[in-house]
């Protein structure tokens, strides 16, 4: 665990470094508010700062403050956070800026053990909070400090295992310094995310070159130990594009929980199922012209999902009690204004495109006046 680099010069190479070459630009930078470090940091949790950045703006332009967001329905939420998967980041956004506002009079706690009671708020989001929010000597450990600090030292194992995730954890709180938090911890991320890459680091550029444990065994990009590697299981569904006489599709609101909880998505029914059966006895729908089979696989982080799209003309829908909440007939055209799973939308944009969506409608007939 020990180390000759004093932590002191550590974080001068660092912080130096940072001021010649660190990112200064990023939009959550720009003004500097708990809110929006919270909400980058959410967002960037697995995800890389090009493709944060646009939905930042696009949520800060809706949602300019915390009220604001506090306020909104998750479908609001759901649909600009749509495309950036793990969906359960958005629903505990939503509830986090609620609890906020009831809690805590509309302001982050500045205790990192309040913070980490919040919906979605970890030990890292909470010490980002404190330490680019608040400028509060607070420790960070996500991806890319883990990086930086497991080739420092050249810790063996994969960082995900309690042992050497610890062992990280006191390496971090000691680098951590008192003044200048902010500025460190910003450092440390873009240290990782420019310098310290996962593959071809470029270890001359970095400021921390001489001192590297993992550099100096001569192969840097060995560390940190990869996760341990397993097949992913592969399952397999029918997705039912159930499109009425006025060109609507049939979307169905998913549980809260689960796999893109609280999402609009299309009706599914078992691979091995018959798919006009199905829909009549779980959809009502009767149903003529099985037009088009679409099919694509989806990956998830602990398994893939093979898809298999049919598309269906329904000629009647009656259904014993109008369902209002969970089910509604939608026109393609304002699919937009829906929080979609992003593998629906796109199934829904290959149809829209496909040589059986023309001017006159997808089953050749025009949509009703």
């Given at each position: 665990?020990?180390?000759?680099?004093?932590?002191?010069?550590?974080?001068?190479?660092?912080?130096?470094?940072?001021?010649?070459?660190?990112?200064?630009?990023?939009?959550?930078?720009?003004?500097?508010?708990?809110?929006?470090?919270?909400?980058?940091?959410?967002?960037?949790?697995?995800?890389?700062?090009?493709?944060?950045?646009?939905?930042?703006?696009?949520?800060?332009?809706?949602?300019?403050?915390?009220?604001?967001?506090?306020?909104?329905?998750?479908?609001?939420?759901?649909?600009?956070?749509?495309?950036?998967?793990?969906?359960?980041?958005?629903?505990?956004?939503?509830?986090?800026?609620?609890?906020?506002?009831?809690?805590?009079?509309?302001?982050?706690?500045?205790?990192?053990?309040?913070?980490?009671?919040?919906?979605?708020?970890?030990?890292?989001?909470?010490?980002?909070?404190?330490?680019?929010?608040?400028?509060?000597?607070?420790?960070?450990?996500?991806?890319?400090?883990?990086?930086?600090?497991?080739?420092?030292?050249?810790?063996?194992?994969?960082?995900?295992?309690?042992?050497?995730?610890?062992?990280?954890?006191?390496?971090?709180?000691?680098?951590?310094?008192?003044?200048?938090?902010?500025?460190?911890?910003?450092?440390?991320?873009?240290?990782?995310?420019?310098?310290?890459?996962?593959?071809?680091?470029?270890?001359?550029?970095?400021?921390?070159?001489?001192?590297?444990?993992?550099?100096?065994?001569?192969?840097?990009?060995?560390?940190?130990?990869?996760?341990?590697?397993?097949?992913?299981?592969?399952?397999?569904?029918q997705m039912l594009i159930l499109v009425n006489q006025q060109q609507e599709i049939l979307l169905e609101k998913r549980p809260p929980t689960g796999i893109w909880g609280g999402l609009w998505s299309l009706p599914e029914c078992p691979s091995d199922a018959d798919a006009k059966n199905f829909s009549k006895k779980h959809y009502y729908c009767e149903t003529e012209k099985v037009r088009q089979a679409m099919q694509m696989r989806h990956t998830f982080s602990h398994f893939h999902?093979?898809?298999?799209?049919?598309?269906?003309?329904?000629?009647?829908?009656?259904?014993?009690?109008?369902?209002?909440?969970?089910?509604?007939?939608?026109?393609?055209?304002?699919?937009?204004?829906?929080?979609?799973?992003?593998?629906?939308?796109?199934?829904?944009?290959?149809?829209?495109?496909?040589?059986?969506?023309?001017?006159?409608?997808?089953?050749?007939?025009?949509?009703?006046?």
């Open positions: 665990m020990t180390h000759p680099l004093l932590p002191k010069h550590f974080q001068q190479h660092v912080l130096n470094w940072f001021n010649k070459h660190g990112r200064k630009n990023l939009p959550w930078q720009q003004k500097k508010s708990p809110y929006h470090v919270w909400l980058s940091e959410i967002m960037l949790q697995q995800t890389q700062v090009t493709t944060v950045t646009p939905y930042f703006q696009r949520f800060i332009k809706q949602f300019p403050n915390l009220s604001s967001l506090a306020a909104a329905q998750l479908d609001e939420v759901l649909n600009l956070w749509a495309g950036l998967g793990y969906y359960a980041r958005a629903r505990n956004l939503l509830r986090c800026a609620q609890m906020l506002e009831q809690k805590y009079a509309g302001k982050f706690p500045q205790n990192l053990i309040q913070l980490q009671t919040l919906p979605g708020i970890g030990r890292s989001t909470a010490g980002a909070i404190l330490s680019l929010g608040f400028d509060q000597a607070a420790a960070i450990l996500d991806g890319n400090v883990k990086r930086v600090l497991t080739r420092f030292h050249a810790i063996a194992g994969w960082p995900g295992l309690s042992a050497v995730n610890k062992k990280l954890w006191e390496l971090a709180e000691r680098y951590t310094p008192i003044q200048q938090t902010a500025a460190y911890t910003q450092a440390m991320m873009d240290l990782g995310a420019l310098i310290c890459t996962r593959t071809q680091p470029k270890c001359d550029q970095c400021p921390l070159q001489t001192h590297c444990l993992a550099y100096n065994t001569g192969n840097p990009a060995h560390f940190p130990s990869p996760k341990p590697s397993k097949k992913l299981p592969i399952r397999s569904i999902l093979d898809i298999q799209a049919v598309v269906m003309q329904v000629n009647k829908w009656h259904p014993p009690l109008m369902e209002s909440d969970r089910i509604v007939w939608y026109n393609v055209q304002q699919l937009q204004k829906k929080g979609l799973a992003a593998p629906i939308k796109k199934l829904i944009q290959q149809l829209n495109n496909s040589t059986y969506t023309h001017s006159n409608g997808i089953f050749g007939k025009a949509p009703r006046k």
